[in-house]
Nanobody, 117 residues
Framework: QVQLVESGGGLVQAGGSLRLSCAAS????????MGWYRQAPGYQRELVAV???????NSADSVKGRFTISRDNAENTVYLQMNSLKPEDTAVYYC???????????WGQGTQVTVSS
C-alpha cells in the first residue's frame, strides 16, 4: 500500500504564493508520475501539473508561467510552487502518483487552497 501525504495549503490574498508538498511512502518500487489535480466546488477534477521520473512536465494552460512543479525522486516527494495566485485558483488540490510496476494510481486526501480577492 502507498500513502500520499500533502501539506502547504491555506488562505492567501490574490497575487500571493503558496507551496504544496506531497510525500509518498509505503510499498514503492518506482513512481512513474507524480502530480497535482484540483477540484473547485461544482466543477470536475482537473489536471494542474504532473511530472515524470525523468522530469518531463505536463501542465494546464491556466497555470503556465505561474505554477512550477518539481520532484525529489530520492525522497518520493513532489512540490507545487504557486505564484501570482488568482481567486479562480481556489480549489481542493489533490496529489496523484502512479506507481510502477503495476501502474497503480493513488490519491492524497486533498488540501484546500483559498485565494481571496
Amino acid at each position: 500500500q502507498v500513502q500520499l501525504v500533502e501539506s502547504g495549503g491555506g488562505l492567501v490574498q490574490a497575487g500571493g504564493s503558496l507551496r504544496l508538498s506531497c510525500a509518498a511512502s509505503g510499498s514503492i518500487f518506482s513512481i512513474a508520475y507524480m502530480g497535482w489535480y484540483r477540484q473547485a466546488p461544482g466543477y470536475q477534477r482537473e489536471l494542474v501539473a504532473v511530472i515524470t521520473s525523468g522530469g518531463r512536465i505536463n501542465s494546464a494552460d491556466s497555470v503556465k508561467g505561474r505554477f512550477t512543479i518539481s520532484r525529489d525522486n530520492a525522497e518520493n516527494t513532489v512540490y507545487l510552487q504557486m505564484n501570482s495566485l488568482k481567486p479562480e485558483d481556489t480549489a481542493v488540490y489533490y496529489c496523484n502518483a502512479v506507481i510502477q510496476p503495476d501502474h497503480v494510481e493513488y490519491w492524497g486526501q486533498g488540501t484546500q487552497v483559498t485565494v481571496s480577492s
